[in-house]
């Protein structure tokens, strides 16, 4: 739902509201905007809308190395410091952290607080939440998204937790990798990649309003 920002939910101040209301377009400039809580609703729609879209794509293309796919999806990644038992070898193992990096630095095992292991697999795309991963043998396959721009939209939300009120940010993209696969321990031989190309929409987001 988008609507007319009352005035209660603006950040701006009063003498910038009686500024903006010395001429029309000026009151045309503050339009109308989601909630910070219904634009993150709509984000994770449009993704999800998305994923079922690329689906052919991404199963042809793991498919196309012998691979098949897993149920999971990529998740944002949190920060994980080396175990200190695997720096210095015959200590006491701590929990928490990593016990293993690969020589590629690509995967990782985490022991959590209750001592399970899990495999880690990092996302290298901007795109990481189209990615998928799927397995051959002792090999996992990291399926990345190859991206054409389709249908784009623009909204506004307000107010929203930037900097920045002219911050301007899409749904799909997001720099740098900042996001892995987890899985159940298995042994691992290697990960390797395949590209899947795929058209997704998309809806750049326009800053109304900060919240300090």
């Not at 219904?38 to 993704?47: F, K, P, Q, S, Y």
């Not at 200190?84 to 929990?95: N, R």
């Not at 009120?165 to 696969?181: H, Q, R, Y």
């Amino acid at each position: 739902m988008s609507y007319c920002c009352e005035p209660s939910e603006r950040t701006v101040t009063l003498p910038l509201l009686l500024a903006a209301a010395s001429t029309a377009s000026s009151l045309l400039a503050v339009g109308c905007c989601h909630a910070s809580r219904h634009a993150d609703h709509v984000r994770a729609e449009l993704v999800e809308q998305n994923r079922e879209r690329v689906e052919p794509s991404v199963r042809s293309a793991a498919m196309s190395v012998g691979a098949t796919l897993l149920p999971v999806l990529p998740q944002r990644a949190e920060r994980v410091e080396p175990c200190a038992s695997a720096i210095l070898p015959g200590i006491v193992p701590d929990l928490n952290c990593m016990t293993w990096v690969s020589d590629d630095g690509r995967a990782f095992r985490r022991i959590d607080e209750r001592g399970s292991t899990s495999l880690f697999v990092r996302v290298d795309s901007p795109h990481w939440r189209y990615a998928r991963l799927a397995q051959r043998g002792d090999t996992l396959v990291v399926v990345l998204p190859v991206v054409t721009a389709g249908a784009t939209r623009h909204r506004r939300e307000c107010p929203c937790p930037v900097v920045d009120p002219g911050f301007n940010s899409g749904t799909n993209l997001d720099s740098g990798w900042k996001a892995v696969f987890v899985v159940d321990d298995l042994p691992l031989e290697r990960v390797d990649t395949v590209h899947a190309p795929m058209v997704v929409d998309d809806i750049v987001w326009r800053c109304r309003g900060v919240v300090r």
